[in-house]
């Protein structure tokens, strides 16, 4: 084993870890060897392996393979695309994504928006034709070194239920802020509008773990705690599980992304959407000092969190976390011990080693 080392913990025979930048490197190669130019393969890569660092297993390098690299072969990722600005005013913008890889995308889209906004104060962007784009964190988390609030949002094809209904309607369409703190543990909401995102059903078959009562149907529409079944059904449940736990708030949410994300850029809300095909982004950017003084709302932002964190926690719990803290807190780990990957994942980066003739980090 080239890079990788053991993990000290009980599941040892199962984890290993490997460094960031051995990773990092073999996403860029398998990239590259589909025709992704260079720059913009060390953008996807980029945002593959911030998501293993911060602990988010469900979009990072698992997703490699068949997420990206698969659509790449068969046409449905395109490695160059033409990126255009559609319509524009000084705030806002249409943007083309022509089918690309969604981090670079993303990427490029959000860059735009930012721009706008150290211009006209906020900068807006709705994104047509566009493909997954991996964590939606990584985009608002962009505007943070400018002194500006992030938003990122995505839909996704049907695979989540409206409340009340049987058939899916909705996709998961993730939501992020992101709001800049005096101490850098920066505020970073990143969720979907379901009740969890459709990766958390890969990483429990995965892990060989039932999923919890609430997450998702089966074929039949009936609770399943089988990962497996919930993620071949496709009916995943809104935010709140149920409508006696208030699930119309996060299909409100989801149609809401769908609005910004589908209706604004044309592509179509999930409903509409092909699974594994367009998808609609939106982005966005707030100068925070076109309000007021930057120190001041970050020195205010830093006692809120902390006064949030300094919550008496509740029976069987450590302590209370604020958005963000659990992701900067495996960040730091695992930059120093490495990204822990599963044997399913192990066999994956193998295969497309073995595939492309690319050297393997494990």
């Not at 009980?10 to 073999?26: G, K, N, Q």
């Not at 400018?146 to 939501?175: H, L, Q, W, Y």
Request: with cysteine; proline share 6%.
């Amino acid at each position: 084993m080239e890079h990788g080392v053991q993990m000290p913990s009980v599941e040892s025979e199962m984890i290993i870890r490997v460094p960031r930048d051995a990773l990092h490197s073999f996403a860029v190669n398998a990239f590259c060897y589909y025709g992704v130019p260079d720059d913009d393969a060390r953008i996807a890569a980029d945002v593959l392996l911030e998501s293993d660092l911060r602990g988010i297993e469900s979009h990072g390098v698992p997703r490699l393979e068949q997420f990206y690299l698969a659509r790449l072969r068969d046409g449905r990722i395109n490695p160059t695309p033409q990126i255009k600005v559609l319509h524009e005013s000084p705030s806002t913008a249409l943007v083309d994504a022509d089918g690309g890889l969604g981090m670079v995308t993303g990427f490029r889209s959000m860059k735009i928006a930012i721009e706008k906004a150290k211009v006209s104060g906020t900068g807006f962007v709705s994104v047509t034709n566009a493909r997954h784009f991996g964590i939606a964190g990584y985009y608002s988390s962009m505007a943070l070194e400018e002194d500006m609030i992030g938003i990122a949002m995505c839909n996704t094809s049907a695979i989540m239920v409206p409340t009340f209904g049987r058939d899916a309607k909705v996709g998961t369409n993730a939501f992020s802020v992101a709001a800049p703190s005096a101490d850098g543990r920066h505020f970073i909401l990143d969720m979907a509008t379901s009740t969890v995102s459709a990766g958390k059903f890969e990483v429990a078959a995965r892990k060989g773990q039932p999923v919890p009562i609430g997450w998702a149907g089966d074929a039949d529409g009936v609770p399943t705690t089988d990962p497996s079944a919930a993620r071949d059904a496709r009916h995943y449940s809104p935010l709140g599980g149920a409508p006696e736990m208030s699930s119309h708030k996060g299909y409100g949410l989801g149609v809401v992304v769908d609005i910004l994300c589908g209706i604004l850029s044309g592509v179509g809300p999930s409903a509409a959407l092909v699974s594994g095909s367009g998808v609609g982004h939106f982005f966005g950017a707030i100068r925070v000092d076109g309000f007021r003084d930057p120190a001041e709302f970050r020195a205010m932002m830093t006692e809120m969190m902390n006064d949030l964190r300094s919550t008496r926690p509740a029976d069987g719990y450590e302590r209370v976390y604020v958005a963000g803290d659990r992701e900067h807190q495996a960040k730091e780990e695992r930059l120093r011990l490495g990204i822990p990957l599963y044997p399913d994942v192990v066999e994956s980066i193998r295969r497309v080693s073995l595939e492309l003739g690319i050297e393997s980090p494990v």
